[in-house]
């Protein structure tokens, strides 16, 4: 069993930085993929950033230049420091895992961003 517990959302104002935290425990594979992935209001859940064995990582162009996705494989925590940040990155935020075809989500974080 995969448990993810996030933290760090809350409230910034536009132009400012968060840094939202992972906390994965259980059976976790550092080849299998940990990332990010957004939900605002009436809208689709939508990927931000996700990291993969290591150093390979990848960025919804929307974020691309503000946000940057770490991983320590020790402490099976995935990190994600935003910075620059809009009031349309206003969403909450879940954590992911991907093990096979397995998906394993956190329970979310939210992150409002006031003009």
């Known amino acids: 069993q995969v448990l993810l517990v996030e933290s760090g959302g809350g409230l910034v104002q536009s132009g400012g930085s968060l840094r939202l935290s992972c906390a994965a425990s259980?059976?976790?594979?550092?080849?299998?993929?940990m990332g990010w992935y957004r939900q605002a209001p009436e809208k689709r859940r939508e990927m931000v950033a996700r990291i993969v064995n290591g150093d390979d990582t990848n960025y919804a162009d929307f974020v691309k230049g503000r946000f940057t996705i770490s991983r320590d494989y020790t402490k099976k925590t995935v990190y994600l420091q935003m910075n620059s940040l809009k009031a349309e990155d206003t969403a909450v935020y879940y954590c992911?895992?991907?093990?096979?075809?397995?998906?394993?989500w956190g329970q979310g974080t939210q992150v409002t961003v006031s003009d």
């Open positions: 992911h895992y991907l093990s096979g075809y397995t998906n394993y």
């Open positions: 259980g059976n976790i594979n550092s080849a299998d993929p």
